[in-house]
Nanobody, 125 residues
């Protein structure tokens, strides 16, 4: 059984920072892509960022480039999302996901097989 557990969400003011973490258990994901998605109230789930298996190849949504950083530790089976310069529009539930993809495919939620339960991030103005 695969489990992904996110942590680190909370309330922060505009311009602040938060670091989300996701711990995977149940199987090894060393060759999989680990990603973050988010879903705001009334909106569809959207891609935030992802890291390929080596961690050196990363992808980001345009809305978070230069502000967010995805990193992974395969030995610990974790993926993190460092969020800086947060804006009210970053408010959402953030989900960790694991799947097998490459290139543009990594932006699509349908290619991810396993999902965490989500953690709330709220940015106050």
């Amino acid at each position: 059984q695969v489990q992904l557990v996110e942590s680190g969400g909370g309330l922060v003011q505009t311009g602040g920072s938060l670091r989300l973490s996701c711990a995977a258990s149940g199987r090894t994901f060393t060759t999989a892509t680990m990603a973050w998605f988010r879903q705001a109230p009334g909106k569809e789930r959207e891609f935030v960022g992802a890291a390929r298996w080596s961690g050196s190849t990363t992808y980001y949504a345009d809305s978070v480039k230069e502000r967010f950083t995805v990193s992974r530790d395969n030995a610990k089976r974790t993926v993190s999302l460092q969020m800086n310069s947060l804006k009210p529009e970053d408010t959402a539930v953030y989900y960790c996901a694991v799947g097998y993809c490459s290139g543009d495919g990594c932006y699509r939620s349908s290619l991810y097989d396993y999902w965490g339960q989500g953690t709330q991030v709220t940015v106050s103005s």
